[in-house]
T-cell receptor
C-alpha cells in the first residue's frame, strides 16, 4: 500500500545548526510529496511540496528533493531558528487513488538558543 | 480569513454522550477530508467527500461515527455514545480535485480537540 516512514524524534539542535529529517515512502502509483508543519495546539500547515521526480520544494529556508530512485523526500534547512521548533510531517498522495493523503508519524524538532 | 475553519476548537464530554463537530472548507474546494490525530502520531484518514458524496470511509470509522456534507459545502462529524478512546484531535482538510486524477495539496483547519471523561 501507500505509506510514509520518517525518522523518529525528537531532534534537538542548537540555533543555526543544519537540519535533516529523513522521509522515505512506498507508493502504488505516482505520488506527490509534501512536508507539513504543526505548531503546538494548531492544525497542519503546508511547508513545501514536490509533484514529480527530481523536483525540489522550498519554503522559508527549508528544502526537500523528490528522489524517485531512493523513494525519499528528506527535509533540510541550513540554519535553524528557535521559531522552527514544531512537529514536521512527511506526506504523500497518489494520483488516481482518490488522492487520500498519507502521513508519517511526525518528527518533533526542538531548537535551543 | 478564507482558510478551513472548525468548530468547536475544544470539546469535553462525558462518556456515552453524543458530539458533533463542524468543518467549513475553503469555498472553492470540492474535496473535504476528516482525519484523527492522537498524541505523538500523524493524522489518520477517517473519511472524505467529493462535493456531497462520501467516497470512502476508513475501517477506523466505527458505526458510532457518521459524517455528512449536505450540499457539498460544510461538513459535520458526529460521534455517538462517545468512549474514552475517542479522545483525539479531529482535523478537517479540503482540497481541489483537478482533472486526470490530480489534486492540490490539502489545507487543514486548526482541529477540534475532543476529551472524553
Amino acid at each position: 500500500g501507500d505509506s510514509v516512514t520518517q525518522m523518529e524524534g525528537p531532534v534537538t539542535l542548537s540555533e543555526e545548526a543544519f537540519l535533516t529529517i529523513n522521509c522515505t515512502y512506498t507508493a502504488t502509483g505516482y505520488p506527490s510529496l509534501f512536508w507539513y508543519v504543526q505548531y503546538p495546539g494548531e492544525g497542519l500547515q503546508l511547508l513545501l511540496k514536490a509533484t514529480k521526480a527530481d523536483d525540489k520544494g522550498s519554503n522559508k529556508g527549508f528544502e526537500a528533493t523528490y528522489r524517485k530512485e531512493t523513494t525519499s523526500f528528506h527535509l533540510e534547512k541550513g540554519s535553524v531558528q528557535v521559531s522552527d521548533s514544531a512537529v514536521y510531517f512527511c506526506a504523500l498522495t497518489v494520483r488516481g487513488n482518490f488522492n487520500k493523503f498519507y502521513f508519517g508519524s511526525g518528527t518533533k524538532l526542538n531548537v535551543k538558543p | 480569513d478564507t482558510g478551513v475553519s472548525q468548530d468547536p476548537r475544544h470539546k469535553i464530554t462525558k462518556r456515552g454522550q453524543n458530539v458533533t463537530f463542524r468543518c467549513d472548507p475553503i469555498s472553492e474546494h470540492n474535496r473535504l477530508y476528516w482525519y484523527r490525530q492522537t498524541l505523538g502520531q500523524g493524522p489518520e484518514f477517517l473519511t472524505y467527500f467529493q462535493n456531497e458524496a462520501q467516497l470512502e470511509k476508513s475501517r477506523l470509522l466505527s458505526d458510532r461515527f457518521s459524517a455528512e456534507r449536505p450540499k457539498g459545502s460544510f461538513s459535520t462529524l458526529e460521534i455517538q455514545r462517545t468512549e474514552q478512546g475517542d479522545s483525539a484531535m479531529y482535523l478537517c482538510a479540503s482540497s481541489l480535485a483537478l482533472g486526470l486524477g490530480m489534486n492540490t495539496e490539502a489545507f487543514f483547519g486548526q482541529g477540534t480537540r475532543l476529551t472524553v471523561v
